[in-house]
């Protein structure tokens, strides 16, 4: 066989080239692979994290109006969610007296089993109760709200009319277990939901 000196290259750079767009096209889509794969599990995580929030705030709910004169009149109160016991229960009211009336804020956290699972997820449970007296012709303002519910979105805070009991309630689920205690960060990629309800 005669191979001319014009194409005796040809063919390794004919090589060379199929080689690299193939190797370029396979990193391609192990790029996307590897970036579908991370969006499908934060989508995952997320719905858990929303799934534990929502969760919180079902059983925040029953237990607000289960232990409605206790919580009302700044009592503490022990409440239990998913077959746990709070965590840490506090009534921390704010720092100032509002005239007219109180506020109480309770904080509550529980770890809990998601579903038949061995995971571990968190709920974290914030109620603030206004009571405004009936006899005295003021509203019950709490102008400092986000310092009680970090995301409370009136900038301008709360205010409950006379005679009126008025609760806001925070449910923040979490992706993972909750940690020692509350205040205390969460690991890294910890995905949180919330859901605030006015009543």
């Known amino acids: 066989m005669i191979v001319h000196k014009h194409t005796s290259g040809f063919a390794l750079l004919m ?38 929030a929502n969760a919180g705030a079902e059983c925040g709910q ?5 232990e409605a004169i ?3 009149a700044g009592n503490d109160a022990t409440i239990g969610c998913f077959g746990v016991t709070a965590l840490t ?3 921390t009211p ?20 998601n579903g038949a699972t061995i995971d571990r997820r968190c709920s974290q449970i914030t ?11 003021f509203t019950v303002s709490a102008a400092n709200m986000r310092t009680m519910v970090a995301g409370y979105p009136n900038r301008n805070g709360k205010t409950c009319p006379a005679g009126s009991i ?13 940690p020692a205690s509350i205040g205390d960060v969460f690991p890294p990629g910890t995905i ?8």
């Open 62 to 66: 029953y237990w607000k109006r289960k």
């Open 15 to 52: 090589t060379l080239l199929i080689v690299s767009v193939v190797i370029s096209v396979g990193l391609t889509i192990l790029d996307v692979t590897t970036k579908q794969v991370r969006l499908a599990s934060t989508g995952k995580d997320s719905e858990i994290a929303f799934s534990a």
């Open 192 to 199: 949180e939901r919330e859901v605030l309800l006015e009543f």
């Open 94 to 113: 704010p720092s100032f007296t509002p005239v007219g009336g109180t506020i109480h804020r309770y904080l509550y956290q529980f770890t809990w089993p």
């Open 89 to 91: 229960v506090e009534d």
């Open 70 to 72: 206790d919580m009302e």
């Open 127 to 137: 109620t603030v109760v206004m009571v405004a007296d009936a006899a005295l012709p």
């Open 166 to 178: 008025c609760t806001v309630l925070s449910a923040r689920g979490y992706s993972r277990a909750c």
